[in-house]
Protein backbone atom coordinates (compact mmCIF):
# COMPACT_ATOMS: atom_id res chain seq x y z
CA UNK A 1 0.00 0.00 0.00
CA UNK A 2 1.49 3.26 -0.62
CA UNK A 3 2.25 5.88 2.38
CA UNK A 4 1.76 9.21 1.75
CA UNK A 5 4.77 11.55 2.73
CA UNK A 6 3.97 14.08 5.64
CA UNK A 7 5.37 17.04 5.44
CA UNK A 8 3.47 18.56 8.49
CA UNK A 9 5.58 17.61 11.11
CA UNK A 10 8.82 19.17 8.98
CA UNK A 11 6.84 22.01 8.24
CA UNK A 12 4.10 23.01 10.11
CA UNK A 13 4.17 26.71 9.02
CA UNK A 14 3.58 25.37 5.07
CA UNK A 15 0.59 27.00 3.73
CA UNK A 16 0.92 25.72 0.11
CA UNK A 17 2.72 23.19 -1.57
CA UNK A 18 2.66 21.00 -5.06
CA UNK A 19 2.14 17.34 -4.99
CA UNK A 20 0.82 13.95 -7.26
CA UNK A 21 -2.39 12.52 -7.05
CA UNK A 22 -1.23 9.49 -6.72
CA UNK A 23 -4.76 7.55 -6.63
CA UNK A 24 -8.72 8.82 -6.11
CA UNK A 25 -10.88 6.74 -3.50
CA UNK A 26 -14.09 7.42 -2.52
CA UNK A 27 -15.03 8.27 1.31
CA UNK A 28 -18.51 8.53 2.75
CA UNK A 29 -19.85 9.08 -1.05
CA UNK A 30 -17.53 11.64 -1.67
CA UNK A 31 -14.26 11.55 -3.67
CA UNK A 32 -11.21 10.99 -1.56
CA UNK A 33 -7.62 11.77 -2.81
CA UNK A 34 -4.16 10.33 -2.15
CA UNK A 35 -1.27 12.03 -2.83
CA UNK A 36 2.59 11.46 -2.69
CA UNK A 37 3.42 14.06 0.15
CA UNK A 38 1.30 16.21 1.53
CA UNK A 39 0.88 19.65 3.97
CA UNK A 40 -2.43 18.90 5.33
CA UNK A 41 -2.53 17.04 8.76
CA UNK A 42 -5.48 14.32 9.23
CA UNK A 43 -7.43 14.49 12.43
CA UNK A 44 -6.19 12.81 15.16
CA UNK A 45 -5.36 13.70 19.20
CA UNK A 46 -8.13 15.75 19.46
CA UNK A 47 -7.25 18.26 16.81
CA UNK A 48 -9.20 18.38 13.46
CA UNK A 49 -8.35 17.27 10.31
CA UNK A 50 -7.16 20.52 7.86
CA UNK A 51 -8.64 22.22 5.21
CA UNK A 52 -8.18 23.31 1.76
CA UNK A 53 -7.70 23.27 -1.82
CA UNK A 54 -6.42 20.67 -4.22
CA UNK A 55 -6.16 22.75 -7.16
CA UNK A 56 -9.94 23.56 -7.87
CA UNK A 57 -11.15 21.29 -5.28
CA UNK A 58 -12.14 22.12 -2.12
CA UNK A 59 -11.16 20.00 0.68
CA UNK A 60 -12.99 19.82 3.56
CA UNK A 61 -11.80 17.20 5.58
CA UNK A 62 -8.61 15.40 6.02
CA UNK A 63 -8.85 11.38 7.43
CA UNK A 64 -6.52 8.58 8.22
CA UNK A 65 -8.74 5.54 6.76
CA UNK A 66 -9.01 2.26 8.31
CA UNK A 67 -5.52 0.65 5.82
CA UNK A 68 -3.74 3.91 6.94
CA UNK A 69 -4.43 5.60 3.77
CA UNK A 70 -4.19 9.93 4.17
CA UNK A 71 -7.10 11.00 2.43
CA UNK A 72 -8.06 14.63 1.18
CA UNK A 73 -11.89 14.48 1.51
CA UNK A 74 -13.33 16.61 -1.47
CA UNK A 75 -17.28 17.69 -1.50
CA UNK A 76 -18.42 15.91 -4.41
CA UNK A 77 -16.70 14.69 -6.86
CA UNK A 78 -13.19 15.99 -8.35
CA UNK A 79 -11.80 16.34 -11.96
CA UNK A 80 -8.58 15.49 -10.99
CA UNK A 81 -6.88 12.81 -12.50
CA UNK A 82 -4.29 9.81 -11.10
CA UNK A 83 -0.86 11.66 -12.15
CA UNK A 84 -1.64 15.31 -12.15
CA UNK A 85 0.67 17.47 -10.33
CA UNK A 86 -1.79 19.76 -8.44
CA UNK A 87 -1.32 23.13 -6.35
CA UNK A 88 -1.80 22.09 -2.71
CA UNK A 89 -2.94 25.12 -0.41
CA UNK A 90 -3.69 24.93 2.98
CA UNK A 91 -6.79 26.80 5.31
CA UNK A 92 -4.27 28.33 7.41
CA UNK A 93 -6.70 30.41 9.44
CA UNK A 94 -8.46 27.15 10.32
CA UNK A 95 -5.18 25.62 10.79
CA UNK A 96 -3.92 27.67 12.74
CA UNK A 97 -6.50 28.30 15.19
CA UNK A 98 -6.05 25.08 15.92
CA UNK A 99 -2.70 24.70 16.61
CA UNK A 100 -3.09 27.30 19.26
CA UNK A 101 -5.89 25.97 20.80
CA UNK A 102 -4.19 22.40 20.68
CA UNK A 103 -0.48 24.39 22.13
CA UNK A 104 -2.83 25.92 24.88
CA UNK A 105 -4.11 22.79 25.94
CA UNK A 106 -0.79 21.36 26.94
CA UNK A 107 0.53 24.38 28.60
CA UNK A 108 -3.04 24.04 30.20
CA UNK A 109 -2.86 20.12 31.29
CA UNK A 110 0.78 20.62 32.01
CA UNK A 111 0.45 23.76 34.70
CA UNK A 112 -3.45 22.30 36.19
CA UNK A 113 -0.65 18.85 36.74
CA UNK A 114 2.78 20.97 38.01
CA UNK A 115 1.31 23.43 40.19
CA UNK A 116 -1.83 21.72 41.36
CA UNK A 117 -1.27 17.51 40.71
CA UNK A 118 -4.56 17.82 38.55
CA UNK A 119 -4.47 15.28 35.82
CA UNK A 120 -6.57 15.74 32.35
CA UNK A 121 -8.86 12.87 31.52
CA UNK A 122 -9.62 13.79 28.28
CA UNK A 123 -9.71 17.18 25.91
CA UNK A 124 -11.99 18.51 23.35
CA UNK A 125 -10.99 20.82 20.76
CA UNK A 126 -14.10 22.42 20.27
CA UNK A 127 -15.60 25.04 16.91
CA UNK A 128 -16.05 27.59 19.55
CA UNK A 129 -14.12 26.53 22.70
CA UNK A 130 -11.62 23.77 23.94
CA UNK A 131 -12.45 21.80 27.22
CA UNK A 132 -10.16 19.84 29.56
CA UNK A 133 -11.94 17.32 32.14
CA UNK A 134 -10.22 17.37 35.10
CA UNK A 135 -9.41 14.49 37.27
CA UNK A 136 -11.18 16.13 40.48
CA UNK A 137 -14.48 16.71 41.14
CA UNK A 138 -13.96 20.45 41.86
CA UNK A 139 -11.66 23.44 41.05
CA UNK A 140 -11.80 26.78 43.03
CA UNK A 141 -11.73 29.86 41.66
CA UNK A 142 -8.13 31.16 42.99
CA UNK A 143 -6.90 27.82 41.42
CA UNK A 144 -8.47 28.80 38.26
CA UNK A 145 -6.69 32.02 38.81
CA UNK A 146 -3.40 30.96 39.67
CA UNK A 147 -3.00 28.67 36.29
CA UNK A 148 -4.58 31.23 34.47
CA UNK A 149 -2.13 33.64 35.64
CA UNK A 150 0.39 31.01 35.09
CA UNK A 151 -0.06 29.83 31.33
CA UNK A 152 0.33 33.83 30.68
CA UNK A 153 3.25 34.37 32.38
CA UNK A 154 4.52 31.57 30.27
CA UNK A 155 2.80 32.90 26.96
CA UNK A 156 4.28 36.08 27.54
CA UNK A 157 8.18 34.69 28.50
CA UNK A 158 8.46 33.37 24.30
CA UNK A 159 8.84 30.07 25.70
CA UNK A 160 10.03 27.35 22.61
CA UNK A 161 7.61 24.75 21.76
CA UNK A 162 9.53 21.79 20.35
CA UNK A 163 9.15 17.88 19.11
CA UNK A 164 11.56 15.02 19.15
CA UNK A 165 11.04 11.52 18.47
CA UNK A 166 12.44 8.82 21.19
CA UNK A 167 12.34 5.34 21.54
CA UNK A 168 10.17 4.04 23.64
CA UNK A 169 12.81 2.90 26.63
CA UNK A 170 13.67 6.57 26.24
CA UNK A 171 10.44 8.41 26.64
CA UNK A 172 10.00 6.20 30.23
CA UNK A 173 12.44 8.29 31.49
CA UNK A 174 11.58 11.48 30.68
CA UNK A 175 9.26 11.84 33.66
CA UNK A 176 5.82 12.16 31.79
CA UNK A 177 2.21 13.42 32.98
CA UNK A 178 1.04 10.73 31.16
CA UNK A 179 1.37 7.64 29.95
CA UNK A 180 2.89 6.82 26.27
CA UNK A 181 -0.11 5.23 24.34
CA UNK A 182 1.73 4.27 21.13
CA UNK A 183 4.07 1.32 20.65
CA UNK A 184 7.15 1.83 19.12
CA UNK A 185 9.21 5.13 18.84
CA UNK A 186 7.34 8.24 20.65
CA UNK A 187 7.07 12.29 19.57
CA UNK A 188 7.63 13.69 22.33
CA UNK A 189 6.35 17.92 22.68
CA UNK A 190 7.87 20.21 25.16
CA UNK A 191 6.84 23.68 26.00
CA UNK A 192 10.68 24.90 27.20
CA UNK A 193 10.74 22.97 30.66
CA UNK A 194 6.75 23.50 31.76
CA UNK A 195 5.65 20.51 29.84
CA UNK A 196 6.60 17.55 28.72
CA UNK A 197 4.13 14.59 26.53
CA UNK A 198 3.90 12.23 23.97
CA UNK A 199 1.65 14.29 21.16
CA UNK A 200 1.11 13.43 17.28
CA UNK A 201 -0.62 16.49 16.79
CA UNK A 202 0.70 20.24 14.93
CA UNK A 203 1.52 22.36 17.75
CA UNK A 204 2.52 26.74 17.39
CA UNK A 205 6.73 27.09 17.56
CA UNK A 206 6.71 29.60 20.48
CA UNK A 207 4.29 30.02 23.66
CA UNK A 208 3.99 33.52 22.53
CA UNK A 209 1.80 32.75 19.96
CA UNK A 210 -0.65 32.02 22.29
CA UNK A 211 -1.04 35.40 22.50
CA UNK A 212 -3.54 34.81 25.78
CA UNK A 213 -5.63 31.91 27.43
CA UNK A 214 -8.59 32.55 29.16
CA UNK A 215 -11.08 30.39 31.12
CA UNK A 216 -14.63 30.68 30.12
CA UNK A 217 -16.79 28.95 32.61
CA UNK A 218 -16.82 25.14 34.34
CA UNK A 219 -19.56 22.42 34.16
CA UNK A 220 -19.44 18.91 36.11
CA UNK A 221 -19.50 15.64 34.15
CA UNK A 222 -18.71 12.27 34.98
CA UNK A 223 -18.04 13.22 38.69
CA UNK A 224 -15.67 15.56 37.34
CA UNK A 225 -15.31 19.27 36.32
CA UNK A 226 -14.87 19.72 32.52
CA UNK A 227 -13.42 23.27 32.16
CA UNK A 228 -13.71 25.62 29.19
CA UNK A 229 -10.64 27.83 27.73
CA UNK A 230 -10.36 29.86 24.55
CA UNK A 231 -6.89 30.95 23.35
CA UNK A 232 -5.08 33.03 20.77
CA UNK A 233 -6.79 35.07 17.92
CA UNK A 234 -10.19 33.33 18.65
CA UNK A 235 -9.78 35.13 22.52
CA UNK A 236 -8.90 38.18 20.89
CA UNK A 237 -12.07 38.15 19.22
CA UNK A 238 -13.84 37.06 22.18
CA UNK A 239 -12.63 40.17 24.37
CA UNK A 240 -13.30 42.11 21.56
CA UNK A 241 -17.07 40.69 20.58
CA UNK A 242 -17.83 40.97 24.66
CA UNK A 243 -16.35 44.22 24.47
CA UNK A 244 -18.70 45.35 22.10
CA UNK A 245 -21.71 43.34 23.84
CA UNK A 246 -20.48 45.70 26.88
CA UNK A 247 -20.68 48.56 25.24
CA UNK A 248 -23.74 48.04 23.76
CA UNK A 249 -25.39 47.66 26.89
CA UNK A 250 -24.01 50.34 28.46
CA UNK A 251 -25.41 52.71 25.86
CA UNK A 252 -29.10 51.30 25.68
CA UNK A 253 -28.78 51.75 29.46
CA UNK A 254 -26.85 55.30 29.00
CA UNK A 255 -24.64 54.19 32.00
CA UNK A 256 -20.83 53.28 31.67
CA UNK A 257 -19.80 49.52 31.74
CA UNK A 258 -19.10 49.36 35.96
CA UNK A 259 -22.88 50.70 36.57
CA UNK A 260 -24.28 47.65 34.18
CA UNK A 261 -25.21 45.53 36.80
CA UNK A 262 -27.04 48.68 38.78
CA UNK A 263 -28.67 49.64 35.82
CA UNK A 264 -29.99 46.21 35.19
CA UNK A 265 -30.85 45.54 38.71
CA UNK A 266 -33.12 48.96 38.33
CA UNK A 267 -34.73 47.99 35.17
CA UNK A 268 -35.93 44.29 37.00
CA UNK A 269 -37.29 46.47 39.49
CA UNK A 270 -39.08 48.62 37.18
CA UNK A 271 -40.46 45.56 35.44
CA UNK A 272 -41.49 44.10 38.86
CA UNK A 273 -43.20 47.63 39.63
CA UNK A 274 -44.95 47.65 36.08
CA UNK A 275 -46.33 44.45 36.17
CA UNK A 276 -47.72 45.09 39.88
CA UNK A 277 -49.60 47.80 38.66
CA UNK A 278 -51.04 46.37 35.80
CA UNK A 279 -52.08 43.58 38.06
CA UNK A 280 -53.65 45.94 39.85
CA UNK A 281 -55.44 47.55 36.82
CA UNK A 282 -56.79 44.81 35.44
CA UNK A 283 -57.98 43.14 38.40
CA UNK A 284 -59.59 46.63 39.33
CA UNK A 285 -61.00 46.94 35.51
CA UNK A 286 -62.65 43.01 35.50
CA UNK A 287 -64.20 44.16 39.19
CA UNK A 288 -66.29 46.71 37.30
CA UNK A 289 -67.03 44.47 34.66
CA UNK A 290 -68.34 41.71 36.76
CA UNK A 291 -70.69 44.54 39.27
CA UNK A 292 -72.54 45.36 35.62
CA UNK A 293 -72.97 41.66 35.27
CA UNK A 294 -73.90 41.46 38.78
CA UNK A 295 -76.61 44.42 38.24
CA UNK A 296 -78.46 42.73 35.02
CA UNK A 297 -78.25 39.05 37.49
CA UNK A 298 -81.46 37.81 38.56
CA UNK A 299 -81.58 35.93 41.50
CA UNK A 300 -82.69 32.20 43.20
CA UNK A 301 -83.26 31.90 46.84
CA UNK A 302 -81.06 35.13 47.65
CA UNK A 303 -78.29 33.81 45.15
CA UNK A 304 -77.57 35.78 42.48
CA UNK A 305 -77.32 34.11 38.94
CA UNK A 306 -74.37 35.12 36.68
CA UNK A 307 -74.09 33.78 32.97
CA UNK A 308 -72.57 35.91 29.99
CA UNK A 309 -70.23 35.95 27.20
CA UNK A 310 -67.00 38.03 28.28
CA UNK A 311 -66.71 39.38 24.93
CA UNK A 312 -66.33 42.72 26.66
CA UNK A 313 -63.42 41.48 28.79
CA UNK A 314 -59.82 41.01 28.08
CA UNK A 315 -58.19 37.83 28.59
CA UNK A 316 -55.87 38.86 31.20
CA UNK A 317 -59.46 40.56 33.10
CA UNK A 318 -61.03 37.08 32.23
CA UNK A 319 -57.97 35.44 34.12
CA UNK A 320 -58.51 36.83 37.05
CA UNK A 321 -62.68 36.07 37.15
CA UNK A 322 -61.59 32.94 39.06
CA UNK A 323 -59.58 34.97 41.78
CA UNK A 324 -62.71 37.60 42.02
CA UNK A 325 -65.47 35.13 42.41
CA UNK A 326 -64.01 33.72 45.42
CA UNK A 327 -64.58 36.94 47.55
CA UNK A 328 -68.38 36.68 47.28
CA UNK A 329 -70.51 34.20 50.10
CA UNK A 330 -72.69 33.15 47.36
CA UNK A 331 -72.97 33.39 43.94
CA UNK A 332 -73.50 31.01 40.62
CA UNK A 333 -71.73 31.89 37.65
CA UNK A 334 -70.99 30.77 34.66
CA UNK A 335 -69.23 32.81 32.11
CA UNK A 336 -67.45 31.93 28.79
CA UNK A 337 -64.92 33.94 26.73
CA UNK A 338 -63.46 33.17 22.97
CA UNK A 339 -60.11 33.97 23.12
CA UNK A 340 -57.92 34.92 20.38
CA UNK A 341 -56.87 31.53 19.34
CA UNK A 342 -60.90 30.85 18.44
CA UNK A 343 -61.35 28.45 21.38
CA UNK A 344 -63.69 29.17 24.03
CA UNK A 345 -62.59 29.50 27.29
CA UNK A 346 -65.47 28.67 30.31
CA UNK A 347 -65.87 28.87 33.90
CA UNK A 348 -68.47 27.86 35.82
CA UNK A 349 -68.41 28.62 39.97
CA UNK A 350 -70.93 27.69 42.53
CA UNK A 351 -70.07 29.93 45.62
CA UNK A 352 -72.23 28.80 49.05
CA UNK A 353 -74.17 26.61 47.04
CA UNK A 354 -74.17 23.22 48.80
CA UNK A 355 -73.42 20.23 46.91
CA UNK A 356 -72.20 22.17 44.17
CA UNK A 357 -70.56 19.27 42.94
CA UNK A 358 -73.61 17.32 41.63
CA UNK A 359 -74.50 20.19 40.30
CA UNK A 360 -71.35 20.48 38.14
CA UNK A 361 -71.52 17.00 36.95
CA UNK A 362 -75.43 17.92 35.37
CA UNK A 363 -73.38 20.71 33.32
CA UNK A 364 -70.89 18.56 32.28
CA UNK A 365 -73.69 15.66 31.47
CA UNK A 366 -74.72 18.37 29.11
CA UNK A 367 -74.56 21.85 28.38
CA UNK A 368 -70.75 21.43 28.73
CA UNK A 369 -70.58 18.89 25.45
CA UNK A 370 -72.49 21.55 23.15
CA UNK A 371 -69.13 23.07 23.27
CA UNK A 372 -66.92 20.11 23.59
CA UNK A 373 -65.94 21.34 26.68
CA UNK A 374 -62.55 19.92 28.71
CA UNK A 375 -61.22 20.63 31.70
CA UNK A 376 -62.74 20.55 35.66
CA UNK A 377 -62.18 21.55 39.21
CA UNK A 378 -63.14 21.19 42.61
CA UNK A 379 -66.25 23.19 44.47
CA UNK A 380 -66.44 26.13 44.11
CA UNK A 381 -64.71 26.49 40.54
CA UNK A 382 -64.63 24.72 37.37
CA UNK A 383 -62.64 26.07 34.30
CA UNK A 384 -61.20 24.90 30.77
CA UNK A 385 -61.67 25.29 27.45
CA UNK A 386 -64.43 24.05 24.52
CA UNK A 387 -63.33 23.92 21.34
CA UNK A 388 -66.91 24.99 19.43
CA UNK A 389 -66.91 28.13 19.84
CA UNK A 390 -70.29 28.79 17.63
CA UNK A 391 -72.39 26.76 20.31
CA UNK A 392 -71.52 29.49 23.04
CA UNK A 393 -74.72 31.00 22.99
CA UNK A 394 -76.80 27.92 23.28
CA UNK A 395 -74.97 26.81 25.76
CA UNK A 396 -75.18 29.54 27.80
CA UNK A 397 -79.31 29.43 27.60
CA UNK A 398 -78.29 25.65 28.34
CA UNK A 399 -76.41 26.95 31.62
CA UNK A 400 -79.47 29.45 32.99
CA UNK A 401 -82.30 26.36 32.86
CA UNK A 402 -79.93 24.59 34.20
CA UNK A 403 -79.01 26.73 37.33
CA UNK A 404 -82.74 27.40 37.63
CA UNK A 405 -83.93 23.56 37.48
CA UNK A 406 -80.71 23.00 40.02
CA UNK A 407 -81.05 26.08 42.54
CA UNK A 408 -85.03 25.85 42.62
CA UNK A 409 -86.31 29.15 41.48
ZN1 LIG B 1 -0.17 18.00 21.03
Request: aromatic share 6%; proline share 3%.
Amino acid sequence: MFTTTPLYYEKPYGRTSTATVVEIVKWKGNDAIILDRTIFYPEGGGQPGDRGTLGESNVTDTQTDDQGRLLHIVSGQTALAVGDTVAVGLDWHHRYDYMQQHTAQHLLSGTLHRLLGIGTVSVHLGHDDMSIELEADTISESDINLVEDEVNAIVRKSVPVTAQVVSQAESTTLGLRRPVKVDGDVRIVRIGTYDTIACGGIHVADSSELISIQFLRSERIRGHVRTFWTAGERCVAMVRRNREIVDAIGSRLSVPPEAILQGVATLQEQLTDAKHQIRNAVSRSATLLLEQQLQAAGHADGIPLVVFDAAQWTEDEFKVLPELVLSFESLALCAVKKREDGKLAWLVALKGIEDGQSVFQAVRQKPLLLIEGKGGGKPPLWQGVGTDSMQKDQFLDHMVELYREHLHV
